[in-house]
Structure formats: structure tokens, C-alpha cells
């Protein structure tokens, strides 16, 4: 906040002011910029240490309502007033703050810091957990993966101890008996603001309580908080909206997430592009893209990341008697049907859709892609069936499409492959699992039983044969793009060019809150933190974003080390002939997946799925008004693509294979 370019305001503009209706018990405490317009201030009282901009500009409102800038029926106390801002109808009072330029604040009771506030910063969200032990101290900056490590990591006590030190100081600098609005933001027709920052070009409309929290905000994504909302300690990412009568209570808001009709968030965390309309969240980790659309929604004491929860979804956190104490884990990409119901504590692996109600304790963690269903009270499994679905295929494609985020800085680093060497290894442990069950329970068995869930043989028997071509797909996705893109003359330079470059993401991976990673980078980034090679927030957000960027390398290093295990391909010795045999299996593979995703799309078009058409008309009617609606079978988009992504794949196998080839004939 300079103030070298003002001077004391002179006695000719007093004279001005006072005849506008303005009054100061102390003038000279009123320091205005040269060419200031006395005119464009009316009806105003002043007191404490007063900066006054230039008000010049023409402030045009809906309508083509056009006012000129200034300050008009207001009371400023100890407030550093920018040019052309826009000050009017003002109930109580504006005190302690720094208002931007181009500012518009009107119809307000109370905009106010009271006393030294860190305005949201070092608040603690108790996640998970409502009776505490997993707190995540929220800052301006934070990262769905500070916040994961924040969370999880509490076997580390010194890191924990480190990374609160750090937030601790970010908060201590963050205080102040000032607040600021910035440039561009407007403030209108609200009731009570206190303690509350107010980031640039945001817009707060109708709220009807702010305290102790931060509005961040920026000219290429602008935030929103509007109508009827009341939030309490507090901070919103940019580009984030808040609306329509929401309650948020210690709560962080990331950026590109939705908050609105009404909904209810408490000791919660929301990352990249989430979503919560009419329902209830209490004590979550939302990871990027956790959804909430319905009313009677209820997500509790869990970790969540691309997660769809239907109507009526809802979770137990009371197991026993001693209180709020038992957390969920639903891993990323699954799906919550309408009515479905998991007791806690409890883990779901990957891109598993769960229906019914579930009042065991079960772990399907490593076996993704899943259905978890009730039947007659009890759990039943179906491992690997989501590989073949349609809605899977679709989430894939729309998740980056629905990535809201403008900000030049994205504060949570996001990799959407559906694939990836978290899911895939989650995979090939599955496949133990299952080889194991039979084994150890006999093939004639009619169920198996693994963590409180029950499986027919039959469904086993398909889980092992869909994880395989699975697995499959994956491997020769890196493969196959390396072997067709790249030149390669003989053998020597075939395997110089599939050989990983290093060890590094050879080994388990995990996922930090949609970013996986190799667990070893994390445990390098916890030493580092511990022993001061890592001593700020940004440097950990950077940290973030390299890993983001070394993504392909590491994935293929994993790739690569598996080829080995699972298919005897080592890139140290691998023939022509043994990657071109591999190709055409990975063209099956893909093949056999779409086929199967193709027919469980054509479900959507059966005559079953047209009840409900045609509503004054027989069986010719129906059929034309569903095609009317709902398009031709074959000219469906999702349809469409997998047809595609068939002969896309195809073409490409038959490519790398024609060059394999060809090396072949030349030894």
C-alpha cells in the first residue's frame, strides 16, 4: 500500500466535502493523490487514517445504468481508497481495509476487520476424522497433495511437524489488522463481511455472512460468492463459485469448484473442479472432481477423488459407541448409486461402482474397476467388470473436457489417464488375489469370500480374464507409441529405444489426490522436508508440478519393468520378432475391450431402455420419438468413438507390426 504519492487534503476540498454532506472529526488525517475530485465524494463520514484515489471514471451498470466513480452515503474509517472505485449506500460502515482500483462497493451493512485476523489462514479443517487427529491446516496455496500428505502421513510425525511450521509461518505473514479487496472486485447488496479478504475482479453478491476467510481471485479466472451464503474460517481457490444459500463452515474451496443450492459443507476439503449442489458434506477429503448433484446426499469422514455419488448416497462413521472416530476410503473414479449405503470404516478400490447398502467392513482396495453390490443383506463382488463399461469409458473422456481451472497457476497437479501404473498394478495385484482364491478354496467352489465381500466362480473366473486384457492394453499402450513414432534401423537401436533411461517409478505407486506418483519420490520429498532441503510451501508446489512433468518418463520406466515380469519382454534382449508378437496381442486385447464396452452401450438403446416413448403411439411411434431424442444407435458420440478407437488401434498395431516386420527380413 504506497502512500508516497498522496498529500494532505486541502481546504478548499474540505470546504467541497462538507458542503456534500461529508464530516471528519480530524481532516488532517485525510490524505488524498493529486487530482482528486471532491465532487464525487457525497454524504460520507471519515475518521482514522483516510487515502482517497482519483475518481474519474464512468462506471456503467446492467441495465445501461452509468454513475460516476467516487464515494457516496458511506462511513470510511482507517481505509486506503484506490482509483476509481466505486463506494455507495453504505448501512454501517467500511473500516480497516486497502480497497482496490476499478472496486465496486454497494448496498453493504458491514465490511470490517476486526482486530488482527489471518483471514482463513491456519485454520484447522478436521477431516476424516470429526473428533480430530487428521486436521489439515488450510492456507491460500494449498495443494490437494500437501493436503493429502497433511492427512495421511501421520505416521511421520517430524514431517508433520515440519510442513505445520511452515503453514504456521505462511499464516503469521498472512495476518493483519487490514484487510484488502482487490482490484476489479465488486461487493454488492451483502449484509455482514468481517475479517474476510476479497481476491482481484471477484464478485461477492447477496451474501449474508462472511468471517475469517479469504475470497482468492484473479482477472483470467474470477471467483463468485453469491446469494444467501454464509461461510465462517474459511478460503476459496480462484475461479470458484458459491451460491444460491450454501453453508460453508472451516472449509477450503479449490479451484474450479462449484458449491451451491443449498449445500452444506463442514470441516471439509474441496480440490480441482469439485462439485457439491443440495447436499450434505461433513469431514471430507474431496479430491479432484468429487461430485454431489442430489438432495438427501450425505458424504462423510472419507476421501474421495473423481468420485459420482447418486442420490441418497451416505456413509457411517459411528461403528461403535465412542463417537465419530471410523473414516472411509474410496479410491479414485468410483461411483456411488442412488440410495447406496457403506458402513465405515471401509476401502474402495478404483473406478468401482457400489450399489445397495454394505454394513461390512470391506476392502476391495486392490481390486479396481469393480461393482460392489447388495444382495439378500449381504456384499457381493464382481472384480474387473467396469473395464468393459461404457460410463467408465465416458467419465475418461469428459474429466479434462470439465476441467473449469483459467488461473495461470493451478495449484493441484491432475493426470487423468484411466490407465495409469497406480490402477495397473492395482490390477496385476488383483490377479494374485484371485489366482490365490482359487487355489487356496478350490475351483469347484460355488463362492469365494475375500475382506467381507462375497464372489460366485463365475464372476472370479471373469475378473482374472478382464484384469488380463487389462494389463495387456496398458503395457502396449506405451509400447506400441514408442515403436511407431520412433525410427529404429536394427535391433541394437530397437532396444537402445525402448530401454528405461533410469530406475526411478520402477517400483509401487501411489495417488496423491488424482497426481499418481512413484511412492519413492514421495518418501525422497518427506526426507527432504525433514531434513530442511525443503523449507516453503511454493517449493513443495513446484515439487508437484516437476513430478507432473516426469510423469511419461516414469510411467514408461514402470511400463517397462513390467513387460519384463508379466509378458518375459526385457528390453535388454528383446527380438523384432517377440515385440511384433506382442503387438498383435495388444491389438486383441483392445479389440476384445471395446467390443465388449460397444455392447454394453447398445443396452442403452434396447426396446426396454425406449418404455416411456411414444406416449400416444404404438411401436412406430416409440421408435421414432426415442431416435428423436435420443439419436441413432450407431450416431451416438460415445458409440462413435469406440468404433474409432477400434480401427484407430487396429491401423496402429498393423503399422508397428509392418516395421517390425520389415526389421525382421533384414537380419
Same mark, same amino acid.
Given at each position: 500500500m504506497a502512500t508516497t504519492n498522496f498529500r494532505n487534503i486541502s481546504v478548499s476540498e474540505i470546504e467541497i466535502l462538507r458542503h456534500n454532506g461529508c464530516w471528519c472529526e480530524d481532516w488532517s488525517k485525510v490524505n488524498v493523490k493529486e487530482g482528486f475530485i471532491p465532487e464525487h465524494v457525497r454524504n460520507v463520514s471519515f475518521s482514522g487514517e483516510v487515502f482517497l484515489g482519483v475518481f474519474r471514471r464512468k462506471i456503467e451498470f446492467a441495465g445501461g445504468i452509468i454513475r460516476p466513480s467516487g464515494i457516496y452515503n458511506a462511513t470510511i474509517h482507517n481505509c486506503y481508497i484506490d482509483d476509481d472505485a466505486y463506494i455507495s449506500h453504505i448501512k454501517n460502515y467500511i473500516a480497516n481495509y486497502q480497497v482496490g482500483k476499478n472496486v465496486i462497493v454497494e448496498s453493504v451493512d458491514t465490511l470490517v476487520v476486526d482486530g488482527e485476523s489471518s483471514f482463513g489462514n491456519g485454520v484447522?479443517?478436521?477431516?476424516?476424522?470429526?473428533? +480430530? +487427529?487428521?486436521?489439515?491446516?488450510?492456507?491460500n496455496e494449498l495443494s490437494a497433495h500437501t493436503a493429502y500428505l497433511i492427512? %495421511?502421513?501421520?505416521?511421520?510425525?517430524?514431517?508433520?511437524?515440519?510442513?505445520?511450521e511452515m503453514i504456521d509461518e505462511y499464516a503469521r505473514k498472512a495476518t493483519s489488522a487490514k484487510g484488502y479487496v482487490g482490484d476489479g472486485a465488486r461487493i454488492t447488496g451483502c449484509r455482514n463481511i468481517v475479517n474476510v479478504n476479497v481476491g482481484a475482479y471477484a464478485k461477492i453478491e447477496g451474501v449474508y455472512r462472511l468471517k475469517n476467510g479469504t475470497v482468492n481471485s484473479s482477472a483470467k479466472d474470477p471467483s463468485y460468492v453469491g446469494t444467501g451464503v454464509i461461510a465462517e474460517n474459511f478460503i476459496t481457490a480462484s475461479g470458484c463459485s458459491i451460491g444460491e444459500s450454501s453453508v460453508v463452515t472451516n472449509c477450503f474451496v479449490g479451484?474450479?469448484?462449484?458449491?451451491?443450492?443449498?449445500?452444506? @459443507?463442514?470441516?471439509? /476439503? %474441496? %480440490?480441482?473442479?469439485?462439485?457439491?449442489f443440495h447436499g450434505e458434506a461433513c469431514s471430507i477429503f474431496a479430491g479432484p472432481y468429487t461430485v454431489s448433484h442430489h438432495k438427501s446426499t450425505l458424504l462423510i469422514a472419507a476421501y474421495y477423488s473423481f468420485l459420482n455419488a447418486g442420490s441418497g448416497s451416505n456413509q457411517s462413521n459411528h461403528m461403535y459407541k465412542l463417537g465419530p472416530t471410523h473414516q472411509g476410503i474410496v479410491e479414485r473414479g468410483s461411483k456411488t448409486a442412488s440410495d447406496s449405503y457403506i458402513l465405515w470404516p471401509a476401502k474402495v478400490g478404483a473406478f468401482t461402482l457400489v450399489m445397495g447398502r454394505h454394513y461390512r467392513n470391506t476392502d476391495t482396495s486392490d481390486l479396481p474397476f469393480s461393482y460392489l453390490v447388495e444382495n439378500s443383506n449381504e456384499s457381493f463382488f464382481a472384480p474387473?467388470?467396469? *473395464?468393459?463399461?461404457?460410463?467408465?469409458?465416458r467419465d475418461a473422456q469428459k474429466w479434462p473436457k470439465r476441467d473449469r481451472r483459467k488461473d495461470d497457476n493451478l495449484l493441484d497437479c491432475i493426470i487423468f489417464d484411466l490407465l495409469s501404473p497406480y490402477s495397473v498394478q492395482k490390477i496385476i495385484k488383483g490377479v494374485e488375489i484371485l489366482e490365490n482364491l482359487?487355489?487356496?478354496? +478350490?475351483? @469347484?467352489?460355488?463362492?469365494?469370500?475375500?475382506?467381507? /465381500?462375497k464372489m460366485t466362480n463365475r464372476s472370479l473366473e471373469r475378473g482374472i480374464y478382464l484384469y488380463r486384457l487389462g494389463i495387456v492394453k496398458f *503395457?502396449?499402450?506405451?509400447?506400441?507409441r514408442l515403436l511407431e513414432t520412433?525410427?529404429?534401423?536394427?535391433?541394437?537401436? *530397437?532396444?537402445? *529405444?525402448? @530401454?528405461?533411461?533410469?530406475?526411478? +517409478?520402477?517400483?509401487?505407486?501411489?495417488?496423491?489426490?488424482?497426481?499418481?506418483?512413484?511412492?519413492e519420490m514421495v518418501a525422497k520429498l518427506i526426507a527432504d522436508v525433514e531434513n530442511g532441503n525443503i523449507h516453503s510451501l511454493e517449493a513443495m508446489n513446484e515439487m508437484y508440478r516437476r513430478w507432473m512433468e516426469n510423469y511419461p518418463t516414469w510411467s514408461w520406466n514402470w511400463t517397462a519393468a513390467r513387460l519384463k515380469s508379466e509378458e518375459g519382454i526385457d528390453t535388454t534382449t528383446v527380438t523384432a520378432r517377440q515385440?511384433?508378437? %506382442?503387438?498383435?496381442?495388444?491389438?486383441?486385447?483392445v479389440v476384445k475391450l471395446d467390443d465388449m464396452i460397444y455392447e454394453d452401450a447398445k443396452k442403452e438403446f434396447t426396446l426396454k431402455s425406449q418404455t416411456g416413448f411414444g406416449i400416444d403411439g404404438k411401436d412406430k411411434t416409440r421408435i421414432s420419438d426415442f431416435e428423436n431424442v435420443r439419436g441413432e444407435f450407431t450416431s451416438h458420440p460415445s458409440v462413435k468413438e469406440i468404433i474409432e478407437h477400434i480401427e484407430r488401434k487396429s491401423r496402429q498395431a498393423e503399422r508397428v507390426i509392418g516395421k517390425l516386420n520389415e526389421l525382421i527380413k533384414t537380419k
Open positions: 484447522c479443517v478436521a477431516v476424516l476424522n470429526e473428533t +480430530g +487427529g487428521r486436521e489439515i491446516p488450510i492456507y492427512a %495421511f502421513y501421520r505416521h511421520k510425525p517430524s514431517f508433520i511437524a515440519k510442513l505445520r479451484q474450479g469448484t462449484v458449491l451451491g443450492k443449498q449445500y452444506s @459443507a463442514e470441516n471439509s /476439503v %474441496f %480440490f480441482a473442479n469439485c462439485q457439491g474387473g467388470v467396469n *473395464l468393459r463399461s461404457i460410463g467408465i469409458v482359487k487355489k487356496t478354496s +478350490g475351483p @469347484a467352489s460355488d463362492y469365494y469370500m475375500y475382506n467381507s /465381500v *503395457l502396449g499402450n506405451g509400447l506400441l520412433e525410427n529404429y534401423r536394427n535391433e541394437e537401436e *530397437l532396444r537402445a *529405444l525402448i @530401454a528405461p533411461k533410469s530406475e526411478e +517409478g520402477t517400483g509401487e505407486w501411489i495417488d496423491m489426490a488424482g497426481l499418481p506418483t512413484p511412492k515385440l511384433a508378437e %506382442f503387438s498383435e496381442k495388444w491389438k486383441n486385447a
